[in-house]
């Protein structure tokens, strides 16, 4: 290596360094890309006169309406239950009170004001359109009414009843909270969760194991099976039993009583060591080595490929490289939550420009990888009310302690991703948009959503905030496969998924598209779609009974191959911290 090329090498190691320094404080948000975005509003801004006095107008008719309607009967009504305000909830009565009923028409009208003036300025980019109206909701649910004890009466009203003991309760959580973000051993409550114990206890056992995933074979439960075997695929951004909770709500559970033989991909939870570990490596030895272990031990069948979030779109790039070389083991693709085109990802995107990019790029080639906590501030900003000012007013200023279900202490087992794989993930899917445009190669050969033609079954939750249904619904607009079956599901990302029968409110809308017929946009697909009550998980088990072979014994257990010694479900990747 030359002098220069060492050098050259050095100062990109203090570059990591200093990013990944800047980013313990940033929440690893790029500093650039923000003062990019700002400048560009505020450039095209001051350079538009016409603009800034639509400004004010907007601000002034604003505050006439205000005004107004303050003095209609109506302004005393606090408003209907759930109205969101940028994302603020006006529920007590004392809101149609004053001093209340002024603050909550005023942030109100705000936010009115901010969405349809104050962002609307010609000549910004796009992207940096929708990034400054993201960053003003933020900065307005910071100065909510709701989000303040002095502000709100609710909090007035619980404080004096309380006689400040909630206020005492909010500092001791606060205090134990900040000891965490700094690093200081701190026992977390005792949700009374357990893996193995009351979460992901489907019998079963391990059958291989490879420096990437384990392969869990669960035990039949019914005298009878279907022909044709199920492999679940998660994403390797959570732990895998999120598919396999409690019995009561156990997607694996489900599957299995219904006579399915099932089998479980469990990621390792990488370190530093992985983090080489490249996207193809998911693919690879993720996806293709569990189905050939899958046809060791129920041979001459074709396996049904459930893919979840990062999952489904893993999986629909293996089965489009292996419907590519001519591989016909798949008998079906179900992607659940899944996007294979990017292109209008939601307000995920907002954090993936070529900025932001290279800015976590430089964090995880300083450490190896990206953890769930660097993750967490982009998902919590997305649902701010719920996941960020929600938690300030329950648990700092009510001083109550939140109630822990099996899904929320799912949330909190969090895993790391490596970086060469986040990397490409985030550049080539999400930035580039290479697999939905026929850029991604496996196996040195593009592979292209077009070549799956197995039958399809996708579900999109309808208030999803990381696969916006929308966007994984374009997953029409390049198939070829037989048949493609879309259910938009009640729900978000996770609870949309973990929707099981006799669960209370669930409700979906599914239909098919055949090969051949017309595209259906979504807008009209969902009008025309009805809604039916219930879990669809139902729907799910007759597409798959449908083309899942007769009934018979159920095969052996496979016996353990791969690295290590062979354990009983769920394994040991599972415990990976």
Request: hydrophobic share 40%.
């Amino acid at each position: 290596m030359t002098l220069d090329r060492r050098k050259t090498l050095t100062f990109q190691a203090l570059d990591s360094l200093w990013h990944a320094m800047q980013g313990r404080w940033t929440m690893n948000f790029s500093p650039v890309a923000t003062q990019l975005a700002v400048g560009d509003w505020l450039l095209h801004l001051a350079n538009s006169p016409g603009t800034q006095a639509d400004l004010w107008a907007g601000f002034f008719g604003l505050t006439t309406e205000a005004v107004t309607e303050r003095v209609r009967p109506r302004a005393k009504d606090p408003g209907a239950k759930g109205d969101l305000e940028c994302g603020c909830r006006f529920d007590d009565p004392l809101w149609g009170e004053e001093p209340f009923l002024s603050l909550r028409v005023l942030y109100r009208l705000g936010c009115r004001w901010w969405e349809e003036y104050a962002t609307d300025v010609p000549g910004m980019k796009p992207r940096h359109k929708a990034f400054i109206s993201f960053l003003g909701r933020q900065m307005l649910e910071l100065y909510s009414p709701c989000n303040h004890l002095f502000t709100n009466p609710e909090l007035l009203r619980h404080t004096s009843e309380e006689k400040g003991a909630n206020l005492v309760r909010g500092g001791r959580f606060l205090a134990e909270d900040l000891m965490r973000v700094c690093r200081v051993p701190f026992p977390l409550p005792d949700s009374g969760f357990q893996v193995g114990k009351n979460l992901a206890v489907t019998k079963g056992r391990v059958i291989y194991r490879n420096r990437l995933m384990e392969i869990i074979q669960y035990s039949p439960s019914t005298p009878e099976v279907f022909e044709n075997p199920v492999l679940i695929v998660p994403a390797w951004i959570m732990k895998y039993y999120i598919l396999d909770l409690s019995p009561h709500n156990s997607m694996v559970k489900h599957l299995v009583d219904q006579g399915h033989t099932v089998f479980m991909v469990s990621w390792k939870n990488p370190g530093y060591e992985d983090r080489e570990t490249d996207l193809e490596d998911y693919i690879e030895l993720g996806v293709m080595d569990a189905v050939e272990k899958v046809e060791e031990v129920v041979p001459e069948r074709k396996v049904h490929v459930v893919g979840y979030c990062l999952g489904g779109t893993l999986s629909a790039m293996a089965a489009s490289a292996m419907a590519r070389d001519g591989d016909d083991r798949l008998k079906s693709l179900t992607m659940l939550a899944a996007q294979t085109d990017f292109s209008e990802a939601g307000e995920l995107m907002l954090f993936i420009g070529h900025a932001q990019l290279s800015f976590l790029e430089d964090i995880m080639q300083f450490q190896g990888y990206l953890d769930a906590g660097q993750m967490a501030a982009a998902f919590q900003m997305l649902r701010s009310y719920d996941l960020i000012w929600g938690k300030w007013v329950t648990r700092y200023l009510k001083g109550e302690q939140e109630f822990i279900n099996d899904l929320m202490a799912w949330n909190a087992d969090t895993t790391r991703m490596p970086s060469r794989m986040h990397s490409r993930y985030l550049r080539e899917l999400f930035l580039n948009n290479d697999f939905f445009e026929g850029r991604f190669r496996v196996k040195g050969r593009p592979v292209v959503v077009s070549d799956i033609h197995v039958p399809v079954f996708i579900v999109a939750p309808e208030k999803d905030h990381v696969s916006p249904w929308t966007s994984v619904y374009k997953f029409h607009l390049s198939s070829d496969a037989r048949s493609v079956t879309f259910v938009l599901t009640r729900g978000g990302h996770n609870a949309g998924i973990v929707s099981e029968p006799g669960h209370h409110g669930r409700s979906y809308r599914i239909a098919t598209a055949h090969e051949g017929q017309s595209y259906v946009p979504p807008g009209h697909w969902y009008h025309d779609t009805p809604v039916k009550d219930g879990s669809w998980w139902v729907d799910w088990h007759k597409w798959l009974m449908g083309s899942s072979g007769k009934k018979s014994t159920p095969p052996d257990m496979g016996g353990f191959t791969g690295e290590g010694e062979a354990c009983a479900a769920p394994g040991t990747y599972v415990f990976g911290t």
